[in-house]
């Protein structure tokens, strides 16, 4: 079935989760747009959930299939819920007036020891994303590396700190190296997925 995505609803209540981000100028997006957006959302687990979109911005906005949209995103942090709980916080935001879904990667989570990598359960961020993007929403991946959210030595491995010479969130070459081999990392596994906008995937904005 082709649809166009859901509109922007602004109406309250808004659920208290519920966060407008402004995303102008943090993010990195593909070079153009053309045509209209069509979803194709219910073609099983695994997708693919849109027809393939460019994601772009002129002055004024952010362009999604050629079209300027407004985005309401919703803030989801999915290891502070279980995966049983998941779909149902997802619906909420929708129903709340979500177009998108934020998150932080939680590289502590991920990484709780240099080289060693963990992706289940709470922290199975595909999972995760293929759920948002079943409930045909948006996604906003936000890899840090820094969280800026409650969350424990802000997202950083501890192991981090051991690393000669490092020093945090600065113009450090092992820190950047560090971040780089992360942040590639989980490019990469959205990438195999197909999870991005242009595969037909509902990632449509990713922050560093
Ligand atoms: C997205 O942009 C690329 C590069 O300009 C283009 O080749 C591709 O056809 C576009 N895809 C869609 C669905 O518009």
Redesign the pocket.
């Known amino acids: 079935m082709a649809a166009s995505p859901p509109p922007s609803r602004f109406g309250p209540p808004f659920l208290p989760l519920l966060l407008l981000l402004l995303v102008v100028g943090y993010f990195t997006a593909?070079?153009?747009?053309?045509?209209e957006l069509s979803q194709v959302v219910g073609r099983g687990a695994d997708g693919p959930y849109f027809?393939?979109?460019?994601v772009s911005y002129d002055h004024r906005a952010v362009r999604i299939?050629g079209q300027r949209r407004m985005l309401v995103s919703a803030g989801v942090h999915y290891p502070r819920a279980t995966p049983e709980m998941w779909p149902s916080i997802i619906a909420k935001c929708k129903e709340g007036g979500a177009d998108v879904i934020e998150t932080y990667v939680f590289w502590n989570g991920h990484e709780p020891a240099k080289g060693q990598y963990y992706f289940e359960d709470r922290f199975d961020l595909v999972r995760f994303v293929k759920l948002v993007a079943a409930e045909g929403l948006f996604f906003l991946l936000r890899i840090g590396p820094y969280a800026c959210a409650e969350w424990n030595f802000g997202g950083f491995p501890v192991w981090l700190r051991d690393i000669p010479g490092i020093e945090f969130r600065t113009d450090n070459e092992p820190y950047k190296a560090e971040m780089q081999t992360f942040v590639t990392k989980i490019v990469d596994m959205m990438k195999a997925e197909k999870l991005y906008s242009?595969q037909g995937g509902p990632i449509i904005l990713q922050q560093v």
Do not use: D, K, R
Not at 51 to 54: A, G, I, Q, R, T
């Open positions: 593909s070079a153009s747009a053309a045509g027809e393939p979109f460019n299939g242009w």
